[in-house]
Nanobody, 116 residues
């Protein structure tokens, strides 16, 4: 059974930093990409950052470029999201996503709240 477990969410003030981590277990196929998505109340889920397994090419949402950094360890099947200079609009539930060459998998989500 595949499980993605996120950790690191919490409450931060604007300008502070937070690091999210995701560990995947039970995967049997090769990983195509690892990503972080987020969903704010009343909004659709959106891609925050994606990193490809082959070549390590990364993609960021325009709203987080220069502030967030995604990293991964393919062997350990982990993906992290370093979030700096947090803004109130970063408040959302953050989800880890792993795409294989077959199915994709989602974590249960971790809440990030940025508020003064």
């Amino acid at each position: 059974q595949v499980q993605l477990v996120e950790s690191g969410g919490g409450l931060k003030q604007p300008g502070e930093s937070l690091r999210l981590s995701c560990v995947a277990s039970g995967l049997t196929g090769d990983i195509y990409s690892m990503s972080w998505y987020r969903q704010a109340p009343g909004k659709e889920r959106e891609l925050v950052a994606r990193i490809m397994s082959i070549g390590g090419r990364v993609t960021y949402a325009d709203s987080v470029k220069g502030r967030f950094t995604i990293s991964r360890d393919i062997r350990q099947k982990t993906v992290d999201l370093q979030m700096n200079s947090l803004k109130p609009e970063d408040t959302a539930v953050y989800y880890c996503n792993v795409e294989t060459w077959g199915p994709q998998y989602w974590g249960q989500g971790t809440q990030v709240t940025v508020s003064s």
